[in-house]
């Protein structure tokens, strides 16, 4: 009997993952939220973090390589976060702009740059040396605005 209730709850939780994975983007879109969302938030929170860290006269290199760590596992999926049908047209609010779905190479381009930056990053920050830090984080830095420049809309 136990054993039957468990394989019960077990199918509930996953059909309750199932449910909230559907929407396109990646993440459950509960009310009209967009789905993308929350993915952008920790990748800016994170480079937040380390360009606040590098303004301090002793940045912690640890507190970098974690962020940039973050900023690794998440940069390479951009791309899967804008299927077909996942713009404006899908009654999501979002502040894409549908030269993403228009230009695919172009914003392909953009993405890739960013993961690269972002590997760069991720390189320099593993050999703990600043010198080399500085510069990678301010080129991830730049990839951000090149893509939101072209394929983000304006608040």
């Known amino acids: 009997m136990k054993l039957g209730m468990i394989g019960g ?4 939780v996953l059909a309750t993952s199932a449910c909230n994975s559907a929407a396109p983007g990646g993440n459950a879109a509960a009310g009209g939220e967009n789905p993308r969302e929350a ?3 920790q990748i800016a929170k994170a480079n937040k973090a380390i360009n ?4 301090k006269d002793a940045p912690s290199v640890e507190t970098i390589k974690a962020n940039a760590t973050t900023l690794a ?5 951009v791309p899967s976060w804008f299927p077909d049908g996942s713009g404006p047209e899908s009654g999501i609010e979002t502040e894409a702009k549908p030269e993403i779905w228009q230009d695919k190479p172009g914003f392909a381009t953009a993405a890739a740059n960013f993961d690269n930056a972002v590997k760069a990053l991720k390189t320099a920050t593993d050999s703990g040396d600043l010198a080399a830090i500085r510069p990678a984080a301010t080129a991830v830095g730049a990839t951000c605005k090149g ?3 072209k ?3 304006k608040k």
């Open 39 to 41: 993915k952008f938030k």
């Open 9 to 12: 709850a077990l199918a509930l």
């Open 52 to 55: 606040e860290e590098l303004k």
């Open 147 to 149: 893509c939101h420049d």
């Open 151 to 153: 394929f983000r809309a």
């Open 73 to 77: 596992g998440l940069s390479g999926q």
